[in-house]
C-alpha cells in the first residue's frame, strides 16, 4: 500500500510560482511512476505531470512545459511540482498518484492505484 499527501497549493497572483509537494509513505517509490493530475471547476480530471522514480525520466502535458517542472527526492521519498508562470487556467485542485510497481510513467489516468487528497491551487488574474 502506497499513502500520498499532498502539500503547498495556495492562492497565488497570475505569473507567480508554487511548488506542491506529495511524500509517500507505506512503501518505497522507486520501482513506481509517480503522476500529477488536476481537476479544474467544471472539467475533467487531467494529466500535468509525470515521472519515473527509477530513470527520471518525465512527461508533461503540452500546456504546462517550459512552466512546470516535476522532480524528486530520495532521501525524503518525495516528488515535487515546480510550477511557474502560473495563469489562472491552472487553477484546479492538484492531486498526486502512484502507479503499481515496475509500470511506467504514463498520461493514463487508469494506470494510476494510489491516490491523495489533493491540494487546491488558485491562480488570481
Known amino acids: 500500500q502506497v499513502q500520498l499527501v499532498e502539500s503547498g497549493g495556495g492562492l497565488v497572483q497570475a505569473g507567480g510560482s508554487l511548488r506542491l509537494s506529495c511524500t509517500a509513505s507505506?512503501?518505497?517509490?522507486?520501482?513506481?511512476?509517480i503522476g500529477w493530475f488536476r481537476q479544474g471547476p467544471g472539467k475533467e480530471r487531467e494529466f500535468v505531470a509525470g515521472?519515473?522514480?527509477?530513470?527520471?525520466?518525465?512527461i508533461y502535458l503540452d500546456s504546462v512545459k517550459g512552466r512546470f517542472t516535476i522532480s524528486r527526492d530520495n532521501d525524503k521519498n518525495t516528488i515535487y511540482l515546480h510550477m511557474n508562470s502560473l495563469k489562472s487556467e491552472d487553477t484546479a485542485v492538484y492531486s498526486c498518484?502512484?502507479?503499481?510497481?515496475?509500470?511506467?510513467?504514463?498520461?493514463?489516468?487508469?494506470?494510476?492505484?494510489?491516490w491523495g487528497q489533493g491540494t487546491q491551487v488558485t491562480v488570481s488574474s
Open positions: 498518484a502512484a502507479s503499481p510497481e515496475y509500470v511506467s510513467v504514463t498520461r493514463n489516468i487508469g494506470t494510476y492505484s494510489y
Open positions: 515521472i519515473n522514480w527509477s530513470s527520471g525520466a518525465s
Open positions: 507505506g512503501s518505497i517509490l522507486r520501482r513506481r511512476a
